[in-house]
Each structure stands twice: as C-alpha cells, then as structure tokens.
C-alpha cells in the first residue's frame, strides 16, 4: 500500500490542525494504521494507532484528550485531528500501515508502508 500524508502547517499554540492519509491499495481496510512524528534530532515517536475497522484507538500519553484518530476505509483515508496544540508538538508527522492484524502497535518496526511526513510547526 503506497500512503501520501497532507495538512501540516504553521499554527499558533492552542489552534488546531487536520492531518489527511490517503492510502493507495485495495486492501486498505486490512491494515491497521497509526500516526508517528519524528522533531530535528529525536527519534520517530507514536503518536496514535487504530485497528483495521476503525473501533480502536490508542494514544501516546502526550497527546490523550488532544488528538483524535479515524478512518474511513470506503475512501482510503486515515485522519488525525489535533486540538490544543502545543510548540513540542512540532514535528515532521508520517501515517503508518501495520503488517496486517487484529493488534494496535506503537513500534516503529512493527509498520511496513510509510508516507512521506508532513511538517507540523506550533509557534508559542
């Protein structure tokens, strides 16, 4: 499956942002898909994950209550909503397809497809 990641952007602290995965492959609805984001000399973090039929979520600890993920598997497309925004949220943010299952992962090695990241910049 081949994923292409859009709506980052510049935002003052407190505003929010859309994030857009869109997935191409006729088995989108097979995988399980999640969020990371990776800031200048840190490592690729999770952010968020939901299962393949879009009835579970998981939240990194930093973002519970902020962001919310969904799907929506009859157009390939994976969201993530981000709300009370804050300057450590800015990062380069890439949507993830898993390997295929019934489990939710926030392992970097766990996902096999990747998008090309877009930029999230929070000015304070």
């Known amino acids: 499956v081949q994923l292409q990641a859009s709506g980052g952007g510049l935002v003052q602290a407190g505003g929010s942002l859309r994030l857009s995965c869109t997935a191409i492959?006729?088995?989108?609805?097979?995988?399980?898909m999640g969020w990371f984001r990776q800031a200048p000399g840190k490592e690729r973090e999770f952010v968020s994950a939901v299962n393949s039929q879009g009835t579970v979520t998981f939240y990194a600890d930093s973002v519970k209550g902020r962001f919310t993920i969904s799907r929506d598997n009859t157009k390939n497309m994976v969201y993530l909503q981000m709300d009370s925004l804050k300057p450590e949220d800015t990062a380069l943010y890439y949507c993830?397809?898993?390997?295929?299952?019934?489990?939710?992962?926030?392992?970097?090695?766990?996902?096999?497809?990747w998008g090309q990241g877009t930029q999230v910049t929070v000015s304070s």
């Open positions: 993830a397809a898993d390997y295929g299952g019934s489990v939710l992962y926030t392992k970097v090695s766990m996902y096999a497809y």
């Open positions: 492959g006729r088995t989108f609805s097979s995988y399980g």
